[in-house]
């Protein structure tokens, strides 16, 4: 990839890839097993993580103390991008992994710098807040619109799209039924429920981790199940 900037490390150029795959000043490779958190809700917004491998969770808590997961993160995604913001402030969310994970945490600073001289680099970050921004507008809609039932099929279909989009069966990050319930605004027995109707009829398997079968695109699309859906 070229950029546009003037700086560059080696005097070579830019490859926004080989950027986000070293280490170098202010930024350093960070290693969170399963369940520790990337930042804190409150803590300060110093620094923009990309997710190298594994996945995590973004959720907020209430003033009454009620949590909610916002979105599931995977390999390639960046977290914490409100640390570029023209005033440092806090963090608005907590990050917590829910697989092993590797990641590049970017300082605040250098993250600027970056997006300033780098052109490749501005893009692909933009992108990614782009592609962002759209799948939280689709989910707002799917939250307004849609049946549970169909909202757990579209997260589930949304995660095994992940990686290898072309296959007809994915294995899926592990989550919890709890946090798919949170993801989509209904009980957890509402979620083991609708999972074991998926099971039954052959959208998805269970063996210690779930499969979905891309036929689950029927319950999105088409409605294929039939019956009495609870919201």
């Known amino acids: 990839m070229r950029g546009g900037g003037h700086?560059?490390?080696?005097?070579?150029?830019?490859?926004?890839?080989?950027?986000?795959?070293?280490?170098?000043?202010?930024r350093r490779v960070v290693q969170l097993k399963r369940k520790r958190v990337f930042f804190s809700q409150g803590d300060p917004a110093?620094?923009?993580?990309?997710?190298?491998?594994?996945?995590?969770?973004l959720t907020v808590v209430s003033k009454a103390g009620k949590e909610a997961t916002i979105t599931l993160l995977n390999a390639g995604d960046f977290v914490g991008e409100e640390a570029i913001t023209?005033?440092?402030?806090r963090r608005l969310a907590t990050a917590t992994a829910t697989t092993n994970c590797i990641a590049l945490r970017i300082q605040r600073d250098e993250m600027i710098r970056v997006?300033?001289?780098?052109?490749?680099?501005?893009?692909?970050?933009?992108?990614?807040?782009l592609a962002r921004s759209m799948r939280t507008q689709a989910d707002l809609v799917d939250q307004l619109f849609n049946s549970s039932e169909k909202r757990l099929a579209r997260i589930l279909?949304?995660?095994?799209e992940v990686g290898r989009p072309g296959e007809p069966e994915m294995l899926i990050p592990r989550i919890s039924q709890e946090t798919l319930a949170n993801l989509i605004g209904t009980t957890r027995s509402r979620v083991s429920f609708f999972m074991n109707r998926f099971r039954k009829l052959g959208f998805i398997t269970y063996n210690g981790r779930i499969h979905v079968n891309k036929s689950l695109l029927n319950v999105v699309l088409h409605d294929h199940?039939?019956?009495?859906?609870?919201h």
């Not at 700086?7 to 202010?26: P, Q, R, T, W």
């Not at 279909?157 to 095994?160: E, H, Q, R, T």
């Not at 199940?225 to 609870?230: A, D, L, R």
């Open 86 to 89: 023209a005033v440092l402030g």
């Open 115 to 129: 997006m300033h001289e780098q052109h490749d680099f501005s893009d692909l970050f933009v992108a990614f807040l």
């Open 157 to 160: 279909l949304l995660m095994a």
């Open 225 to 230: 199940i039939s019956g009495t859906k609870c």
């Open 7 to 26: 700086h560059n490390e080696n005097a070579a150029a830019f490859d926004a890839e080989a950027y986000l795959a070293s280490v170098g000043i202010g």
């Open 46 to 57: 110093d620094a923009v993580f990309y997710i190298r491998k594994g996945s995590a969770k």
